[in-house]
């Protein structure tokens, strides 16, 4: 295995670069498009009602 160099072009170490947290914007969306009604085909009305009220009452 190769040791790999982990100096930037500018010759500072990487472990150097200064990073901003100081947004509190996630990293990662809470929901990629793929994952939504829309990006499965199906249509964006929900049956989430019909499914609590039809919840067995062992899930209570």
Same mark, same amino acid.
């Given at each position: 295995?190769?040791?790999?160099?982990?100096?930037? #072009?500018? /010759? *500072? !170490?990487? %472990?150097? *670069?200064?990073?901003?947290?100081? $947004?509190?914007?996630?990293?990662? #969306? /809470?929901?990629?498009? %793929?994952?939504? %009604? *829309?990006? &499965?085909?199906? !249509?964006? $009305?929900?049956? %989430?009602? &019909?499914?609590?009220?039809? *919840?067995?009452? !062992? &899930?209570?």
């Amino acid at each position: 295995m190769r040791e790999v160099d982990a100096f930037r #072009p500018d /010759g *500072r !170490h990487d %472990d150097d *670069r200064v990073v901003d947290l100081s $947004d509190d914007a996630p990293l990662l #969306p /809470g929901q990629t498009s %793929d994952d939504t %009604d *829309r990006g &499965w085909g199906d !249509h964006a $009305d929900s049956n %989430d009602a &019909w499914l609590l009220a039809e *919840r067995p009452p !062992h &899930w209570g």
